[in-house]
């Protein structure tokens, strides 16, 4: 729209806008702001003080009505309204980053697929390592059992050395006894 245009028609405050649209003043500045983040080109007179034309009023009336829905947050709905907005609205640099509702959309879907397999990831992990504290388990026992196996093997092996030790000796003494 061109600025002649916009002369010619009648410019609202933010107090007339709110009034119009049934909300605060401060959402309407709210709004207004994330718009022109967003790039929206929102008129300012010298003092600063913001001026809404008829589109203005429009957009601002779809971004009340979007929001409205329980799925969709307000940077969605700004992203879904600068979308559809004319471009001769917007600065160059601004609508070469702009981000539609349906990338928003896929970027959502995007995130929620990661969550899943993250959470699927997560119990992966937790039974894994429950798996490997059993394997570890199971290997300690095994190998307490060998080694009380051979303490229990070298002991049967040192009695009987100690037994034919006596015996030896016993015998040696029973020859002695003869000599």
Same mark, same amino acid.
């Given at each position: 729209?061109?600025?002649?245009?916009?002369?010619?028609?009648?410019?609202?405050?933010?107090?007339?806008?709110?009034?119009?649209?049934?909300?605060?003043?401060?959402?309407?500045?709210?709004?207004?702001?994330?718009?022109?983040?967003?790039?929206?080109?929102?008129?300012?007179?010298?003092?600063?003080?913001?001026?809404?034309?008829?589109?203005?009023?429009?957009?601002?009336?779809?971004?009340?009505?979007?929001?409205?829905?329980?799925?969709?947050?307000?940077?969605?709905?700004?992203?879904?309204?600068?979308?559809?907005?004319?471009?001769?609205?917007?600065?160059?640099?601004?609508?070469?980053?702009?981000?539609?509702?349906?990338?928003?959309?896929?970027?959502? %879907?995007?995130?929620? !697929?990661?969550?899943?397999?993250? =959470? @699927?990831?997560? #119990?992966?992990?937790? &039974?894994?390592? $429950?798996?490997?504290?059993?394997?570890?388990?199971?290997?300690?026992?095994?190998?307490?059992?060998?080694?009380?196996?051979?303490?229990?093997?070298?002991?049967?092996? %040192?009695?009987?050395? !100690?037994?034919?030790?006596?015996? =030896? @000796?016993?015998? #040696?003494?029973?020859? &002695?006894?003869? $000599?």
């Amino acid at each position: 729209m061109s600025d002649d245009s916009q002369k010619q028609e009648k410019v609202y405050t933010a107090k007339e806008v709110s009034t119009l649209l049934g909300i605060q003043n401060t959402t309407v500045r709210k709004y207004a702001q994330m718009l022109e983040k967003a790039g929206y080109h929102i008129h300012k007179n010298e003092l600063g003080h913001r001026g809404f034309f008829n589109n203005d009023v429009i957009v601002l009336r779809q971004i009340r009505e979007l929001i409205k829905h329980p799925d969709m947050s307000l940077d969605q709905a700004i992203n879904v309204v600068i979308s559809t907005v004319d471009t001769g609205d917007m600065s160059d640099r601004d609508t070469r980053n702009l981000v539609t509702y349906q990338e928003t959309q896929q970027y959502d %879907q995007l995130l929620t !697929k990661f969550e899943d397999f993250k =959470e @699927e990831q997560m #119990k992966f992990n937790q &039974e894994l390592l $429950k798996q490997i504290q059993q394997r570890d388990e199971y290997i300690s026992k095994k190998l307490e059992n060998r080694d009380r196996e051979l303490l229990d093997a070298v002991r049967g092996m %040192q009695e009987t050395q !100690k037994l034919i030790a006596a015996s =030896e @000796e016993k015998k #040696k003494k029973w020859w &002695e006894f003869w $000599k």
